[in-house]
């Protein structure tokens, strides 16, 4: 009897005995959206001056790139509409440069000249637009000045454009290269197990201790989590939704997508999720992977250098590369309908 | 009887157990296959917690196993949460999408719902989390 009681003793010390966490995680508030960054086994004071130095560095990158709040970013376009050149930072001279290439990768799918459009949208809103959504004229009368940035020259640090339309707007890649900074923060102080999740994409590197990070892909249609992947190394994982952001009017919904061909919400996507090393590349892709819809997305994954990309079509049909078919679980029961397309 | 069956016997009568053997044997299987549960596996709902950021109100963590409603604070004006039966939901939110509402109850670990322009977020945290970051 006293035996089987030492016996209950030693069972019960060694299940309360479980190990802490030495999970680091912490919300902020920056940029418009939520910023989870979470550090896997760091010292907890380096974790926390190495957050702190995230936070920072995020809210100068929201006041020098925001495409509507006035600053930096707002004056080099007033300067761009009235015929100017412009004088642009170096790191604003490196997005212009990298957004022209990925631009050009896509084929103009991912456009960052077209803010005049997203404005006429009514996106340039923190709390988005309330519609109506505007005439087809006032949309077709910028279009046709087809402002692209193959428009802008940057010489010593000044930027030009032959085009007057040209209108900045960093929305499709910025939160992506905010993420790849973060990241670049965190290992500058040799936090080499992380992941920075900016208001729902996230750039993961190392592991959680014994076993890869493991991401839920949130389902276009529902609350929860349709499939997920495990991650580890550094790879970023970017979902481009239709339910992001949007508005409703007359019953029918708008969502932020412009497809820059058509000057309206791109159609026939609800999502697409893309992986790829740096977050910038995977932000961007995931927009022109969305715009060029069911038909064309795998075209343009290829171009844009991206092996592992899943969309699913507005009918909830899910097609994917075999490279992402490959790594994804599907979470939901009965899985949806999939379709693998070889790039 | 022989001198030497005795102690063989009386080993044998030692080793059989007793009533209070058992019961504690029994208790030992409850409270691992309980331990287990409330630790590890995270179904048992009532461990479950939420976890609630926003601009105004900071961090809080609130258990799903006890009802209530919390009014927080945003830019926007206040959002309304309700828990009730180890569930967590928007049910009121001054934002023009109420992508928030349309999330509906929430109660599995890792899932959540925001309200990015009232910088609210919930996320349903368990025991053992399932995922260690959404993507959306």
Redesign the interface.
């Known amino acids: ?1 006293r035996k ?2 030492i ?2 003793l030693v ?2 010390s060694s ?1 309360c005995g ?1 190990q802490e966490t030495k999970l680091h995680d912490t ?1 902020l ?1 920056v940029m ?3 910023v ?1 960054v ?1 550090i896997w086994d760091g010292d907890d004071d380096v974790a926390a001056v190495a957050t702190a130095g995230v936070e920072q560095r995020l809210r100068e990158m929201h006041r020098d790139l925001h495409a509507w709040q006035p600053g930096p970013l707002t004056r080099v376009n007033e300067a761009l509409a009235a015929g100017k050149s412009a004088p642009v930072s170096e790191e604003a001279a490196m997005l212009i440069r990298r957004g022209s290439e990925l631009s050009r990768q896509s084929g103009g799918l991912f456009n960052p000249a077209i803010g005049d459009l997203i404005a006429l949208w009514g996106f340039h809103n ?5 519609g109506p959504p505007p005439d087809a004229a006032s949309v077709r009368a910028l279009l046709a000045k087809a402002p692209a940035m193959s428009d802008l020259h940057i010489e010593d640090g000044s930027l030009r454009s032959e085009n007057p339309a040209v209108q900045l707007d960093f929305g499709g890649f910025a939160k992506g290269y905010a993420v790849d900074e973060a990241v670049r923060i965190l290992r500058e102080h040799h936090l080499n197990n992380a ?1 920075v ?1 900016a ?4 750039r ?1 590197v190392g592991r ?1 201790g014994d076993r890869p ?6 389902d276009p249609r529902g ?3 349709i499939a ?1 992947v495990e991650v580890e190394g550094d790879e970023s ?3 481009s ?1 239709d ?6 009017y007359e019953g029918k919904r708008y969502h932020h997508i412009i497809d820059p061909r058509s000057g309206f919400p791109a159609v026939g996507s609800s999502s697409v ?1 893309t992986i790829s090393k740096e977050a910038i590349v995977a932000d961007a892709s995931a927009t022109a992977l969305f715009v060029a819809g069911p038909d064309a997305w795998v075209r343009t994954a290829k171009a844009m250098g991206i092996d592992q990309a899943m969309l699913i079509d507005d009918k909830g049909k899910v097609y994917m590369t075999p490279a992402m078919a490959k790594r994804i679980h599907f979470e939901v029961d009965p899985p949806p309908p999939i379709e693998v397309v070889a790039p | 009887m022989t001198a030497s069956a005795i102690p063989y016997r009386s080993i044998a009568g030692a080793l059989r157990p ?1 009533p ?2 058992i019961a ?2 029994l ?2 299987v409850v ?2 296959v309980g ?1 287990y549960l409330h ?1 590890w596996s995270g179904v048992g709902g009532e461990g479950e917690r939420a ?1 609630i ?1 926003s ?1 105004d109100n900071g ?1 809080q963590i609130v258990p799903l196993n006890e009802d209530r409603t919390l009014t927080l604070h945003g830019p ?1 004006g206040d959002s309304v949460i309700e828990i009730h039966d180890g569930r967590i939901r928007f049910i009121e939110s001054p ?3 109420k ?1 928030c509402i ?5 109660h ?1 670990a ?2 959540f ?2 309200c ?2 009232n ?1 609210i ?1 919930i996320t349903v945290l368990g025991r053992n989390r ?7």
């Open positions: 009897m089987a009681f016996l209950v069972l019960l299940a479980r919300q508030l418009g959206t939520l989870n979470s923190d709390d988005g637009p309330h992941i999740n208001g729902g994409d996230l993961a959680h990070w493991r991401i839920g892909i949130r609350p929860g989590v997920s994982v970017f979902t939704g339910y992001e952001r949007y508005f409703e999720t | 007793t209070g053997d504690v044997a208790l030992t409270l691992l331990l630790f976890r950021v601009a961090v926007l934002c023009q999408g992508q349309h999330a509906g109850w929430l599995s890792g899932s719902a925001a990015l322009p910088r977020s399932h995922f260690d970051s959404i993507n959306y």
